[in-house]
């Protein structure tokens, strides 16, 4: 399996210069064939190949004076900025035709100069190599510091050169790994969980443990408010209100990193000490619209079941997604009785067969038997 590994990069004034030259160039290769292809849809043409694309926004405007700079690049992350907007385009037809599913795909943008986050991609043709001193060297750019936090587990086949909002540098490799099987959990009862996500508490399992919400921007939310203040007050266009952009993109990535790093935790001691894991398919892009969106998009629901996910195939874990549609709060573990209401305010309940239920440990029971259940019959959860 494909996995990416990510790392800081410090580059010197020079890289930077060099790097934002890259940048632009990717960009402007973008965006000019964007523009080739929109203007050749309002003339009534054809569509223009990926190739022809090619020739023209790249190999023969080299060749003209407005164009010129582009041969100051690597020609290899400009045909990747081209490869990224034909991907965009065979995106949008496919979610036009309905071959693509979920969310409708928009139709390409121009990309910005202003845009919070600018990349460029390598791959192999592009000859980039790790040093023996541990740097990366990039074509044209040259030899990159980096922090190695972890050893690559093999030979990176692309690197993707990414600057974010708060104007940090990073290296994110693609690497081909192999599973790596964890030694098998003891056969018994705790080997198996149900997990049952929510905002009071962040997971309830199904074995009565509950985890509970780290509620990471809200503690950060006084360090947030008053950067934000200072960026209001700032004069637009002036030296001081980049600044206090800046700081406030910085105590955003924070409040990122902080999550990220919380949620790759929890997720690996589930899967360590875990055979098979069980989760509700939550609708969270419906939930992120309620007036509790604030709360949702603070638990990272959808980032710390992923990780969950790719964990699992990695290391050789049973992992299942339960139907969104499964009443698991309303069906009772002891008798399966289904209540016919049960609003959200109720967090404990009795069933008339006398058992006596907290609404979260009974739904991530619940869970956990309907993940039995899907695996017992050999098929895959409804999605």
């Not at 494909?2 to 060099?18: D, G, I, K, T, V």
């Not at 969104?324 to 289904?338: E, I, M």
Request: aromatic share 8%; net charge positive.
């Amino acid at each position: 399996m494909q996995l990416r590994y990510n790392f800081r990069l410090y580059p010197s004034a020079a890289h930077e210069s060099s790097l934002a030259r890259a940048f632009g160039c990717a960009r402007v290769v973008f965006n000019d064939g964007l523009r080739a292809r929109q203007e050749a849809h309002e003339n009534g043409l054809p569509y223009i190949g990926d190739a022809d694309l090619s020739k023209r926004v790249i190999t023969q405007a080299k060749q003209t004076p407005e164009r010129a700079w582009l041969g100051e690049v690597s020609a290899v992350l400009l045909q990747q900025a081209l490869a990224d907007l034909n991907t965009a385009y065979r995106n949008f037809f496919a979610s036009l035709s309905g071959r693509r599913k979920g969310r409708k795909v928009a139709v390409p943008r121009f990309r910005s100069r202003k845009d919070n986050r600018q990349t460029i991609r390598f791959t192999k043709n592009a000859r980039f190599t790790i040093t023996a001193g541990g740097r990366l060297r990039l074509p044209k750019i040259g030899d990159v510091p980096v922090r190695w936090s972890r050893s690559l587990p093999a030979g990176p086949s692309s690197v993707t050169v990414i600057k974010d909002a708060a104007g940090r540098y990073f290296a994110s490799f693609v690497v081909q790994t192999t599973t790596e099987a964890l030694p098998e959990v003891l056969p018994g009862p705790p080997n198996e969980v149900g997990i049952d996500l929510g905002l009071t508490h962040f997971a309830v399992t199904s074995d009565g443990t509950k985890i509970d919400n780290p509620r990471i921007l809200r503690r950060a939310a006084r360090k947030l408010r008053k950067a934000q203040k200072a960026l209001s007050r700032t004069q637009k266009g002036s030296a001081n209100r980049v600044k206090a952009k800046l700081k406030v993109a910085k105590a955003h990535a924070g409040v990122t990193d902080t999550r990220r790093d919380w949620a790759h935790k929890l997720s690996t001691t589930l899967i360590r000490d875990n055979q098979a894991i069980y989760v509700e398919d939550l609708a969270v892009s419906g939930l992120a619209r309620t007036r509790l969106a604030k709360s949702v998009h603070d638990a990272g629901w959808s980032q710390f079941v992923a990780m969950l996910e790719y964990k699992a195939a990695r290391y050789g874990r049973t992992f299942v997604k339960i139907d969104r549609w499964f009443p698991s709060s309303k069906l009772c573990s002891a008798c399966g009785t289904v209540a016919d209401f049960m609003p959200l305010n109720v967090r404990s309940w009795v069933c008339a067969c006398g058992a006596v239920h907290d609404r979260d440990v009974n739904a991530a029971i619940n869970i956990l038997t309907e993940g039995q259940r899907i695996v017992a019959a050999g098929r895959k959860p409804p999605r």
